[in-house]
């Protein structure tokens, strides 16, 4: 029979519903019955598509004796990280707090008032190779709860206050100044201390995708045209694409490596990282002038559009990293490996390919006894993860083919697999829909059409993929009644009101929808949800934005969190988004918005080592001291001449600068009534006409594809030289 979390919407609690343990969902039942039998609290933080999740349920959540021990002494509370972000915040402050490290599953005891007082991560269920045991960790503080309870108590309580403190707001965000320009030159090289020059990435294994760090260093290369910073995003990312961490069949990037050369992946794909990856790829491309990371970043996001994309338009969360192994009947039952879905054989390629074989197997570094070296677990042996371990002259030269011959079968050779991958069960999908992971979406979508305008190679246009899911979110998630945004949707139901991070994504994913598609609904929505945004989260006081209202009073405390991690935090993104704002107003508006970006980055660690902290609210930092610019292109959306100014300034990169095509006659009348200064714009004898500006004052128009470029390439030759 189910226990409570059968009733709940969570992929993550539904996956717990069938276990031996007598689960409570978060809520005031299991704090009033935790209460009243005098019980401490275990709760449990995880996620549906989280490996090791998977591992502890098996070991232990469905383990008799476990769930005894847990059903008589305890009050077992779950909780899904991506659904109640607050929570895990607050929690996974404690474990890293008191153990120095944190992860999922979290595991955490709490007082009744959820006052946390013990935690950790992963625990095996019996006590193994020195570590402790999860059924003897369970035992020894039910008896401490018994015997020296008030000492917990007062630990407890203790350790809350010390959180508060330390969580509490840093540095005021009122009077003072903005950080010398000096931090953002020596967080550079913060990240040149530890780049792996070999593999690239930062520092050694594991390795993370964390987009926020190449964002702040491409922002830096523009600003002042630091090539080191340059070269250390183009190795990163090159590194990535040709590694295991991509999928080479299906497009996307998994979660992490296991190893430093990015070869070894952990094998979930998380929605977050499509977004954040194909954002950084569009970035490069533009930067390094190389069109093959644009080609990277379509491809994630025909992924995305193929296997993560609800019916009606908006985003599922994520693919497990777990499957059934090829062979066996996908039954409910069947064991569950990592990476199932996505390894291969040797024989496997051999049968599939036949005498093309041996070009796949070096293409792909396929080797007879399997290329997985550095292993921990010893899950993949004898099996292949794809990575590009070869170019193409020279597979020719070890095959001892010819160019042609090779090209030939490598050109048709992703369909085939892909293919034959299509009938091997999928990984789990969690299906909710999530706002502020879909406002990351929209925004890769969008920035697509942007870097890419009207391109023909591209399978759909990303700006209607863009639209459709910004039109979920505002039928399915925006609650207009009450002006407030959801956080999450699945099966028909949206509940749970939206976090700071939710408004600050999804106003980034509509500022960029705008300027790609021109309706200035989505501005509209962008400066409401942004009201609403300031008004619930938003400190007076010191500055910044709270990562909660406040309204929730289970939650123990109102953090305002800096990090950028896996996801930017809700503050970077919004002084980003306050940036934008201000250049798709009127200079009348523009200052309220710059007032709350000086307010916010006075709260900037003065520390260049916290560079690596907080990269996204660097980069926020290098763009505010930039000249940022804004092009207005006049002329109609399908024109050639349009498209071909559009280009131009698509082949610049500009972090920071805005750019909309806006049609004369009525859509420009609803532009200027947001935008005055677009108003007194017209074209050229009647041709598409560009209309270069920086803060409002603007440059000869232009109607040349020449003469814009001329013009760009003054202003970001004065960017450099003013850095």
């Known amino acids: 029979m189910a226990n409570r979390l059968g009733l709940e919407p969570s992929p993550y609690l539904l996956q717990h519903a069938n276990n031996p343990v007598d689960w409570y969902p978060w809520g005031e039942e299991a704090f009033t019955c935790a209460r009243e039998q005098d019980r401490p609290i275990f709760l449990s933080v995880g996620y549906s598509t989280c490996h090791w999740c998977h591992v502890m349920e098996h070991e232990s959540f469905e383990d008799q004796d476990i769930a005894q021990l847990l059903n008589s002494h305890f009050v077992a509370v779950k909780v899904d990280r991506e659904e109640r972000p607050d929570l895990d915040r607050v929690y996974m402050a404690f474990v890293q707090a008191t153990t120095g490290s944190g992860g999922w599953p979290m595991s955490v005891w709490l007082t009744p008032e959820r006052q ?11 006590s193994r190779s020195g570590r402790p045991g999860f059924f003897e960790i369970l035992t020894e503080i039910s008896k401490r709860w018994h015997e020296s309870r008030d000492e917990l108590v007062k630990s407890a309580i203790g350790m809350t206050e010390r959180l508060r403190s330390i969580q509490g707001s840093g540095q005021q965000g009122g009077p003072g100044h903005i950080p010398d320009l000096e931090i953002l030159t020596a967080g550079v090289r913060e990240y040149a201390g530890t780049f792996d020059h070999h593999a690239g990435g930062f520092g050694q294994a594991p390795k993370f995708p964390r987009p926020a760090e190449l964002f702040f260093l491409l922002c830096e290369y523009a600003r002042v ?30 979660r992490y490596s ?10 979930e794909k998380m929605l977050y990282d499509q977004a954040q990856l194909a954002i950084a790829f569009l970035e490069t491309s533009q930067a390094a002038s190389e069109p093959s990371f644009a080609e990277v970043a379509l491809d994630t996001l025909a992924y995305v559009r193929r296997e993560l994309t609800h019916p009606d338009g908006g985003f599922f969360s994520a693919e497990d990293a777990d499957s059934v192994p090829p062979g066996l009947t996908g039954g409910s039952n069947q064991p569950k490996t990592e990476g199932a879905f996505y390894v291969w054989g040797h024989a496997e390629i051999e049968q599939l390919f036949g005498e093309g074989a041996e070009v796949i197997q070096l293409r792909y570094g396929i080797e007879v006894e399997g290329n997985a070296l550095e292993d921990p677990h010893g899950e993949f042996t004898g099996k292949n993860i794809l990575y590009l371990g070869h170019g193409i002259d020279d597979v020719a030269r070890l095959s001892g083919r010819s160019t042609e011959a090779v090209v030939a079968v490598l050109d048709s050779a992703r369909a085939k697999l892909f293919e034959a991958r299509a009938v091997r069960q999928r990984p789990h999908l969690d299906d909710k829909v999530l706002a502020s992971w879909n406002g990351l979406m929209i925004a890769a979508f969008a920035r697509a059409a942007r870097v890419r305008p009207l391109d023909d190679t591209i399978e759909a246009l990303p700006v209607e993929t863009a639209t459709r899911a910004a039109q979920f979110l505002r039928e399915r998630l925006w609650n207009s009644d009450r002006g407030i945004l959801y956080r999450r949707f699945r099966d028909g139901r949206a509940d749970i009101d939206g976090f700071a991070e939710d408004y600050a994504f999804v106003i980034w994913g509509l500022l960029e929808l705008f300027q790609a598609g021109g309706d200035p609904t989505w501005l509209d929505w962008a400066k409401q949800l942004q009201q609403v945004q300031d008004r619930l989260f938003w400190d007076d006081v010191d500055g910044g934005w709270f990562t909660t209202s406040g309204a929730d009073q289970t939650v123990l405390l109102r953090l305002k969190e800096d990090y950028d991690g896996a996801e930017p935090s809700a503050g970077s993104v919004s002084v980003l988004n306050l940036l934008t704002l201000a250049h798709l107003s009127g200079p009348d508006d523009a200052g309220q918005y710059r007032d709350r970006v000086d307010r916010t980055l006075r709260r900037l660690p003065v520390s260049p080592q916290l560079s690596r902290v907080v990269p996204m ?7 505010h001291e930039s000249r940022v610019s804004q092009l207005i292109i006049l002329g109609s959306r399908s024109a050639a001449s349009t498209v071909a100014l559009q280009r131009v300034f698509a082949e610049s990169f500009m972090p920071g600068s805005v750019s909309l095509v806006v049609e004369p006659g009525v859509h420009q009348d609803a532009v200027a009534d947001r935008m005055p200064w677009v108003a007194e714009m017209h074209q050229v004898n009647g041709q598409s006409t560009a209309y270069l500006c920086q803060d409002f004052a603007c440059q000869a128009p232009v109607t040349d594809p020449e003469a814009l470029r001329a013009q760009l390439g003054t202003v970001t030759a004065h960017r450099s030289s003013a850095g």
């Open 116 to 126: 946390p007082f013990f935690g950790g991560t992963y625990f095996p269920p019996r």
């Open 225 to 254: 045209g630091d090539v080191e910073a340059r070269h250390m995003v183009l190795e990163t990312l090159r590194a990535m694409a040709l590694g295991g961490i991509r999928d080479h069949v299906g497009g996307g990037f998994h």
């Open 258 to 267: 296991v190893d430093a050369a990015w070869r070894v992946p952990h094998f």
């Open 617 to 623: 609210m660097m980069a926020a930092a290098s763009i």
